[in-house]
Protein backbone atom coordinates (compact mmCIF):
# COMPACT_ATOMS: atom_id res chain seq x y z
CA UNK A 1 0.00 0.00 0.00
CA UNK A 2 1.34 2.96 -0.29
CA UNK A 3 3.29 5.30 1.99
CA UNK A 4 3.77 1.87 3.86
CA UNK A 5 7.12 1.08 4.94
CA UNK A 6 9.77 -2.38 3.76
CA UNK A 7 12.23 -3.40 5.08
CA UNK A 8 14.31 -6.15 4.58
CA UNK A 9 13.44 -9.50 5.62
CA UNK A 10 14.09 -10.59 9.38
CA UNK A 11 14.89 -7.28 9.76
CA UNK A 12 12.13 -7.16 13.24
CA UNK A 13 13.04 -10.38 14.22
CA UNK A 14 17.29 -9.03 14.46
CA UNK A 15 15.54 -6.11 16.30
CA UNK A 16 13.55 -7.76 19.04
CA UNK A 17 16.01 -10.82 19.38
CA UNK A 18 18.68 -7.94 20.39
CA UNK A 19 17.24 -5.81 22.27
CA UNK A 20 13.58 -7.11 23.37
CA UNK A 21 13.79 -6.21 27.36
CA UNK A 22 13.93 -3.01 26.16
CA UNK A 23 10.31 -1.76 25.37
CA UNK A 24 9.16 -4.39 28.47
CA UNK A 25 11.17 -2.47 31.09
CA UNK A 26 10.41 0.98 29.12
CA UNK A 27 6.60 -0.28 29.97
CA UNK A 28 7.20 -0.57 33.66
CA UNK A 29 8.59 2.79 33.72
CA UNK A 30 5.99 4.37 31.64
CA UNK A 31 3.51 2.34 34.32
CA UNK A 32 4.92 4.13 37.11
CA UNK A 33 4.74 7.71 35.45
CA UNK A 34 0.75 7.25 35.76
CA UNK A 35 -0.27 5.26 38.89
CA UNK A 36 -1.11 8.67 40.85
CA UNK A 37 -4.11 9.62 38.81
CA UNK A 38 -5.15 6.14 37.89
CA UNK A 39 -5.46 5.42 42.00
CA UNK A 40 -7.13 8.45 42.97
CA UNK A 41 -9.96 6.40 43.03
CA UNK A 42 -9.51 3.55 45.35
CA UNK A 43 -8.00 6.05 47.56
CA UNK A 44 -10.95 8.77 47.28
CA UNK A 45 -13.23 7.26 50.36
CA UNK A 46 -10.24 6.42 52.94
CA UNK A 47 -9.26 9.96 52.83
CA UNK A 48 -12.79 11.39 52.65
CA UNK A 49 -13.16 9.00 55.94
CA UNK A 50 -9.78 10.15 57.64
CA UNK A 51 -10.27 13.78 56.76
CA UNK A 52 -13.88 15.08 55.85
CA UNK A 53 -12.35 16.44 52.22
CA UNK A 54 -14.84 16.26 49.68
CA UNK A 55 -14.31 14.34 46.89
CA UNK A 56 -13.46 17.35 44.56
CA UNK A 57 -10.27 18.52 46.67
CA UNK A 58 -9.22 14.84 46.36
CA UNK A 59 -9.78 14.72 42.98
CA UNK A 60 -7.88 18.06 42.38
CA UNK A 61 -4.16 17.13 41.83
CA UNK A 62 -5.65 15.35 38.56
CA UNK A 63 -5.75 19.01 37.09
CA UNK A 64 -2.52 19.86 38.57
CA UNK A 65 -0.70 16.50 37.43
CA UNK A 66 -2.06 17.68 33.67
CA UNK A 67 -1.39 21.15 33.82
CA UNK A 68 2.14 19.57 34.94
CA UNK A 69 2.71 18.17 31.74
CA UNK A 70 1.81 21.24 29.46
CA UNK A 71 4.13 23.43 30.97
CA UNK A 72 6.72 20.76 31.79
CA UNK A 73 6.99 18.38 28.84
CA UNK A 74 8.27 20.98 26.03
CA UNK A 75 11.24 20.99 28.17
CA UNK A 76 11.92 17.52 29.49
CA UNK A 77 11.74 16.38 25.59
CA UNK A 78 14.52 18.96 25.57
CA UNK A 79 16.55 16.93 27.63
CA UNK A 80 16.06 14.04 26.61
CA UNK A 81 17.90 15.08 22.95
CA UNK A 82 20.56 16.96 24.82
CA UNK A 83 21.67 14.06 27.65
CA UNK A 84 19.39 10.89 26.04
CA UNK A 85 16.79 9.05 27.86
CA UNK A 86 18.69 7.05 30.15
CA UNK A 87 19.24 9.46 32.34
CA UNK A 88 16.01 10.89 32.78
CA UNK A 89 14.47 7.83 32.88
CA UNK A 90 16.25 6.32 35.97
CA UNK A 91 15.90 9.42 37.22
CA UNK A 92 11.74 9.47 36.61
CA UNK A 93 11.51 6.21 38.46
CA UNK A 94 13.49 7.30 41.69
CA UNK A 95 11.48 10.12 41.85
CA UNK A 96 8.00 9.27 40.81
CA UNK A 97 7.99 6.42 43.20
CA UNK A 98 9.20 8.34 46.01
CA UNK A 99 6.76 11.32 45.51
CA UNK A 100 4.12 8.77 45.55
CA UNK A 101 5.26 6.73 48.39
CA UNK A 102 4.89 10.97 50.46
CA UNK A 103 0.99 10.65 49.39
CA UNK A 104 1.16 8.48 52.82
CA UNK A 105 2.49 11.50 55.13
CA UNK A 106 -0.57 13.63 54.52
CA UNK A 107 -2.13 15.04 57.70
CA UNK A 108 -5.42 16.78 56.89
CA UNK A 109 -3.85 19.83 55.57
CA UNK A 110 -5.64 20.60 51.98
CA UNK A 111 -2.96 23.00 50.90
CA UNK A 112 -0.47 20.43 52.23
CA UNK A 113 -2.23 17.74 49.68
CA UNK A 114 -2.04 19.89 46.40
CA UNK A 115 1.84 20.43 47.58
CA UNK A 116 2.30 16.70 47.65
CA UNK A 117 0.30 16.67 44.11
CA UNK A 118 2.25 19.04 42.78
CA UNK A 119 5.33 17.23 44.15
CA UNK A 120 4.61 14.05 42.52
CA UNK A 121 3.35 15.29 39.16
CA UNK A 122 6.90 17.20 38.60
CA UNK A 123 8.25 14.01 39.47
CA UNK A 124 6.62 12.21 36.73
CA UNK A 125 7.24 14.71 34.10
CA UNK A 126 11.09 12.63 33.89
CA UNK A 127 8.72 9.20 33.51
CA UNK A 128 6.18 9.84 30.81
CA UNK A 129 5.98 8.68 27.55
CA UNK A 130 8.21 10.99 25.46
CA UNK A 131 11.50 9.17 27.68
CA UNK A 132 11.10 5.90 27.04
CA UNK A 133 9.10 6.64 23.50
CA UNK A 134 12.45 8.00 22.49
CA UNK A 135 14.66 5.17 23.34
CA UNK A 136 12.27 2.28 22.02
CA UNK A 137 12.31 4.02 18.67
CA UNK A 138 15.67 4.66 18.36
CA UNK A 139 16.68 0.73 18.65
CA UNK A 140 13.32 -0.18 16.39
CA UNK A 141 12.51 0.33 13.23
CA UNK A 142 10.97 -2.50 11.28
CA UNK A 143 8.94 -3.09 14.36
CA UNK A 144 8.98 0.01 16.03
CA UNK A 145 5.00 -0.14 15.88
CA UNK A 146 4.81 -3.01 18.15
CA UNK A 147 7.74 -2.08 20.36
CA UNK A 148 6.16 1.40 20.92
CA UNK A 149 2.63 -0.47 21.53
CA UNK A 150 4.43 -2.93 24.61
CA UNK A 151 5.84 0.18 25.86
CA UNK A 152 2.84 2.71 25.87
CA UNK A 153 0.72 -0.39 27.40
CA UNK A 154 2.13 0.48 30.88
CA UNK A 155 -0.77 2.48 31.81
CA UNK A 156 -3.22 0.28 30.41
CA UNK A 157 -1.70 -2.34 32.47
CA UNK A 158 -2.10 -0.14 35.21
CA UNK A 159 -5.79 0.69 34.97
CA UNK A 160 -6.48 -3.07 34.71
CA UNK A 161 -4.42 -4.43 38.38
CA UNK A 162 -3.83 -1.06 40.06
CA UNK A 163 -7.11 -0.21 41.70
CA UNK A 164 -7.51 -4.31 42.75
CA UNK A 165 -4.19 -4.11 44.24
CA UNK A 166 -4.41 -0.96 46.02
CA UNK A 167 -8.14 -1.92 47.28
CA UNK A 168 -6.38 -5.15 48.50
CA UNK A 169 -3.41 -3.35 49.89
CA UNK A 170 -5.88 -0.56 52.02
CA UNK A 171 -8.30 -2.95 53.09
CA UNK A 172 -5.22 -5.02 54.46
CA UNK A 173 -2.51 -2.77 55.84
CA UNK A 174 -4.43 0.94 55.72
CA UNK A 175 -4.25 3.60 52.95
CA UNK A 176 -0.58 5.28 54.19
CA UNK A 177 1.03 1.79 54.28
CA UNK A 178 -0.60 1.39 50.87
CA UNK A 179 0.90 3.99 49.50
CA UNK A 180 4.26 3.55 50.62
CA UNK A 181 4.34 -0.28 49.43
CA UNK A 182 3.29 1.27 46.11
CA UNK A 183 5.11 3.70 45.70
CA UNK A 184 8.29 1.34 46.97
CA UNK A 185 8.01 -1.90 45.60
CA UNK A 186 7.70 -1.52 42.15
CA UNK A 187 10.41 1.56 41.85
CA UNK A 188 12.87 -0.96 43.27
CA UNK A 189 12.44 -3.60 41.05
CA UNK A 190 11.76 -1.24 37.89
CA UNK A 191 14.63 1.25 38.97
CA UNK A 192 17.34 -2.12 38.96
CA UNK A 193 15.90 -3.55 35.91
CA UNK A 194 16.42 -0.31 33.93
CA UNK A 195 19.93 0.30 34.86
CA UNK A 196 20.62 -3.08 33.03
CA UNK A 197 18.27 -3.19 30.35
CA UNK A 198 17.29 0.69 29.53
CA UNK A 199 19.11 2.64 27.00
CA UNK A 200 18.71 4.08 23.90
CA UNK A 201 21.15 3.68 21.06
CA UNK A 202 23.24 7.01 21.52
CA UNK A 203 23.47 5.40 24.83
CA UNK A 204 24.56 2.07 23.17
CA UNK A 205 26.99 3.90 20.77
CA UNK A 206 28.98 6.08 23.98
CA UNK A 207 29.69 2.96 25.87
CA UNK A 208 30.82 1.22 22.97
CA UNK A 209 33.45 4.20 22.67
CA UNK A 210 31.52 6.54 20.47
CA UNK A 211 31.27 10.20 21.63
CA UNK A 212 27.38 11.69 21.79
CA UNK A 213 28.75 14.39 19.28
CA UNK A 214 29.60 11.71 16.37
CA UNK A 215 26.31 9.94 16.10
CA UNK A 216 23.69 12.01 15.15
CA UNK A 217 19.21 10.32 14.16
CA UNK A 218 18.17 11.34 10.46
CA UNK A 219 15.26 13.78 11.09
CA UNK A 220 14.27 17.45 11.35
CA UNK A 221 15.83 20.04 13.91
CA UNK A 222 13.00 21.05 16.91
CA UNK A 223 12.48 24.48 15.32
CA UNK A 224 11.97 23.30 11.95
CA UNK A 225 9.09 20.38 13.25
CA UNK A 226 7.22 23.23 14.97
CA UNK A 227 7.25 25.13 11.28
CA UNK A 228 6.07 22.35 9.51
CA UNK A 229 2.27 21.82 8.92
CA UNK A 230 2.06 17.98 9.77
CA UNK A 231 2.51 19.17 13.36
CA UNK A 232 0.12 21.33 13.67
CA UNK A 233 -2.13 18.62 11.92
CA UNK A 234 -1.26 16.17 13.67
CA UNK A 235 -1.60 18.19 17.05
CA UNK A 236 -5.15 19.01 16.33
CA UNK A 237 -6.59 16.01 15.28
CA UNK A 238 -5.09 14.17 18.43
CA UNK A 239 -6.32 16.53 20.97
CA UNK A 240 -9.65 16.28 19.10
CA UNK A 241 -10.08 12.95 18.69
CA UNK A 242 -8.45 12.32 22.46
CA UNK A 243 -10.71 14.63 23.81
CA UNK A 244 -13.80 12.50 22.60
CA UNK A 245 -11.92 8.94 24.35
CA UNK A 246 -11.30 10.91 27.55
CA UNK A 247 -14.38 12.22 27.82
CA UNK A 248 -16.28 9.63 27.21
CA UNK A 249 -14.03 7.00 29.05
CA UNK A 250 -13.67 9.28 32.46
CA UNK A 251 -17.29 9.34 33.04
CA UNK A 252 -17.95 5.72 31.41
CA UNK A 253 -19.04 4.13 35.01
CA UNK A 254 -22.03 7.35 35.50
CA UNK A 255 -22.52 6.62 31.84
CA UNK A 256 -23.46 2.82 32.71
CA UNK A 257 -25.26 3.23 35.71
CA UNK A 258 -27.17 6.14 34.27
CA UNK A 259 -28.78 3.46 31.42
CA UNK A 260 -29.62 0.49 33.20
CA UNK A 261 -26.20 -1.09 35.48
CA UNK A 262 -24.98 -1.22 38.62
CA UNK A 263 -22.05 0.11 39.81
CA UNK A 264 -20.39 -3.34 40.36
CA UNK A 265 -21.87 -3.93 36.60
CA UNK A 266 -20.19 -0.79 35.57
CA UNK A 267 -17.03 -1.75 37.14
CA UNK A 268 -16.90 -5.32 35.42
CA UNK A 269 -17.78 -3.38 32.19
CA UNK A 270 -14.57 -0.58 32.86
CA UNK A 271 -11.88 -4.04 33.13
CA UNK A 272 -12.74 -5.33 29.49
CA UNK A 273 -12.05 -1.34 28.67
CA UNK A 274 -8.31 -1.67 30.35
CA UNK A 275 -8.33 -5.02 28.65
CA UNK A 276 -8.77 -3.56 25.22
CA UNK A 277 -7.03 -0.76 26.06
CA UNK A 278 -4.13 -2.47 25.51
CA UNK A 279 -5.50 -5.13 22.62
CA UNK A 280 -5.89 -1.63 20.46
CA UNK A 281 -2.50 -0.89 21.44
CA UNK A 282 -1.15 -4.15 20.24
CA UNK A 283 -3.31 -3.83 16.96
CA UNK A 284 -1.97 -1.13 15.83
CA UNK A 285 2.13 -1.83 16.63
CA UNK A 286 0.98 -4.99 13.78
CA UNK A 287 -0.73 -2.73 11.44
CA UNK A 288 1.76 0.45 11.00
CA UNK A 289 4.35 -2.09 9.38
CA UNK A 290 1.29 -3.09 6.92
CA UNK A 291 -0.41 0.32 6.25
CA UNK A 292 0.38 3.86 6.06
CA UNK A 293 -0.27 5.39 10.00
CA UNK A 294 -2.85 8.15 8.97
CA UNK A 295 -5.30 5.40 7.96
CA UNK A 296 -4.73 4.22 10.88
CA UNK A 297 -5.43 6.99 13.10
CA UNK A 298 -7.99 8.21 11.53
CA UNK A 299 -9.95 4.79 11.70
CA UNK A 300 -8.85 4.78 15.35
CA UNK A 301 -10.35 8.26 15.66
CA UNK A 302 -13.84 7.50 14.03
CA UNK A 303 -14.26 4.39 16.12
CA UNK A 304 -16.28 5.88 18.95
CA UNK A 305 -19.08 6.68 17.02
CA UNK A 306 -19.65 3.28 17.37
CA UNK A 307 -19.96 3.80 20.76
CA UNK A 308 -21.80 6.48 21.26
CA UNK A 309 -24.51 4.96 18.94
CA UNK A 310 -25.39 2.17 21.53
CA UNK A 311 -24.57 3.76 24.70
CA UNK A 312 -27.52 6.13 23.51
CA UNK A 313 -29.87 2.85 23.98
CA UNK A 314 -30.57 2.08 27.40
CA UNK A 315 -29.64 -1.78 27.99
CA UNK A 316 -29.14 -3.48 31.07
CA UNK A 317 -27.27 -6.25 29.69
CA UNK A 318 -23.35 -6.49 30.93
CA UNK A 319 -22.53 -8.06 27.45
CA UNK A 320 -24.21 -5.33 25.13
CA UNK A 321 -22.52 -2.56 27.57
CA UNK A 322 -18.66 -4.53 27.11
CA UNK A 323 -19.76 -4.68 23.60
CA UNK A 324 -20.32 -0.84 23.30
CA UNK A 325 -16.86 -0.26 25.26
CA UNK A 326 -14.36 -1.68 22.91
CA UNK A 327 -14.30 0.64 19.99
CA UNK A 328 -13.66 3.56 22.28
CA UNK A 329 -11.55 1.19 24.64
CA UNK A 330 -9.27 -0.01 21.19
CA UNK A 331 -8.85 4.41 20.50
CA UNK A 332 -8.08 5.21 23.57
CA UNK A 333 -5.05 2.84 23.53
CA UNK A 334 -4.25 3.18 20.19
CA UNK A 335 -4.25 6.50 19.83
CA UNK A 336 -1.33 7.42 22.37
CA UNK A 337 0.48 5.04 20.43
CA UNK A 338 -0.33 6.68 17.55
CA UNK A 339 0.93 9.60 18.24
CA UNK A 340 4.17 8.68 19.36
CA UNK A 341 4.62 6.36 16.44
CA UNK A 342 3.58 9.09 13.65
CA UNK A 343 5.82 11.51 15.57
CA UNK A 344 9.20 9.60 14.50
CA UNK A 345 8.01 8.65 11.14
CA UNK A 346 6.83 12.44 10.66
CA UNK A 347 9.53 13.80 12.27
CA UNK A 348 12.77 11.45 12.32
CA UNK A 349 14.66 10.87 15.65
CA UNK A 350 16.51 13.86 15.45
CA UNK A 351 14.61 15.82 18.01
CA UNK A 352 12.03 13.27 18.61
CA UNK A 353 12.57 13.91 22.63
CA UNK A 354 11.86 17.71 21.98
CA UNK A 355 8.77 17.09 19.13
CA UNK A 356 6.88 14.47 20.39
CA UNK A 357 7.36 16.42 24.04
CA UNK A 358 5.87 19.13 22.60
CA UNK A 359 3.01 17.35 20.33
CA UNK A 360 2.14 15.15 23.14
CA UNK A 361 0.57 18.15 25.22
CA UNK A 362 -2.33 17.47 23.22
CA UNK A 363 -3.14 14.23 25.15
CA UNK A 364 -2.12 16.01 28.39
CA UNK A 365 -4.85 18.74 27.45
CA UNK A 366 -7.80 16.72 26.44
CA UNK A 367 -7.52 14.68 29.40
CA UNK A 368 -8.30 17.82 31.57
CA UNK A 369 -10.72 19.17 28.65
CA UNK A 370 -12.94 16.25 28.02
CA UNK A 371 -14.00 15.51 31.30
CA UNK A 372 -14.49 18.84 31.97
CA UNK A 373 -16.27 19.38 28.52
CA UNK A 374 -18.44 16.48 29.45
CA UNK A 375 -18.96 17.41 32.65
CA UNK A 376 -20.50 20.51 31.67
CA UNK A 377 -22.57 19.00 28.86
CA UNK A 378 -24.37 16.81 31.78
CA UNK A 379 -25.39 19.80 33.98
CA UNK A 380 -26.61 21.95 31.30
CA UNK A 381 -28.71 18.88 29.90
CA UNK A 382 -28.74 16.41 32.93
CA UNK A 383 -28.11 13.60 30.52
CA UNK A 384 -24.92 12.08 28.83
CA UNK A 385 -27.19 11.56 25.92
CA UNK A 386 -25.51 15.91 24.61
CA UNK A 387 -22.43 14.36 25.27
CA UNK A 388 -23.27 11.23 22.91
CA UNK A 389 -24.28 13.19 20.16
CA UNK A 390 -21.76 16.16 19.87
CA UNK A 391 -18.81 13.49 19.58
CA UNK A 392 -20.30 12.23 16.64
CA UNK A 393 -19.08 14.61 14.18
CA UNK A 394 -15.83 16.46 16.45
CA UNK A 395 -14.83 12.13 15.44
CA UNK A 396 -15.64 12.35 11.72
CA UNK A 397 -13.81 16.16 11.38
CA UNK A 398 -10.50 14.59 13.85
CA UNK A 399 -10.46 11.69 11.37
CA UNK A 400 -10.66 13.83 8.09
CA UNK A 401 -7.41 16.55 9.90
CA UNK A 402 -5.76 13.35 10.10
CA UNK A 403 -6.11 11.85 6.85
CA UNK A 404 -5.06 15.64 5.80
CA UNK A 405 -1.41 14.50 6.95
CA UNK A 406 0.18 12.61 4.17
CA UNK A 407 2.53 10.08 3.52
CA UNK A 408 5.86 9.70 5.67
CA UNK A 409 8.67 12.25 4.41
CA UNK A 410 11.90 10.61 3.50
CA UNK A 411 14.75 11.84 5.52
CA UNK A 412 18.39 11.68 4.60
CA UNK A 413 20.66 9.46 6.80
CA UNK A 414 22.31 9.93 9.40
CA UNK A 415 26.06 9.98 9.40
CA UNK A 416 27.62 6.45 10.05
CA UNK A 417 28.94 6.27 13.91
CA UNK A 418 31.80 4.36 13.20
CA UNK A 419 33.15 6.43 9.93
CA UNK A 420 32.84 9.40 12.97
CA UNK A 421 35.20 8.08 14.47
CA UNK A 422 38.02 6.93 12.00
Known amino acids: MAGAQVWPEGAAKAEWAAHWKLPFVAMMGFALGTIGPVLVGPFMVPLEQAFGWSRAEISAGIMIYSLSSVFCQWYVGRLIDRWGPRRIGLAGILLSGCAFSAFGTADGSAFGWIMLWLAYSLATQFALAPVWSAAVASEFDASRGLALAVTLSGSSVVNIFGPIVATLLIASYGWRSAYLIIGGAPTIVTLL??????????????????????????????????????????????????CVATAIGIHMIPILT?????????????????????????????????????????????LPIGTCVMLMAPSESVLMRILAVIPIALTSGGQV????????????????????????????????????LAGFLYDLSKSYYTLLLFSIPVCLVSALVMLWIGGYPKFAEAPDAELATA
Not at 213 to 227: C, K, T
Request: aromatic fraction near 12%; proline fraction near 3%; glycine fraction near 12%.
Open 337 to 372: KMLAYMTSRHFGLRAFGSIYGVSSLAISLSAGVGPL
Open 193 to 242: LAWFFFYSKRDRLVRSGVAPEHHREAGLLASEGFRSPVFYKLTIATFTGF
Open 258 to 302: GSGLSREQAAIVMGAYGVFSIVGKLICGVLVNRMPGQFITAGLTV
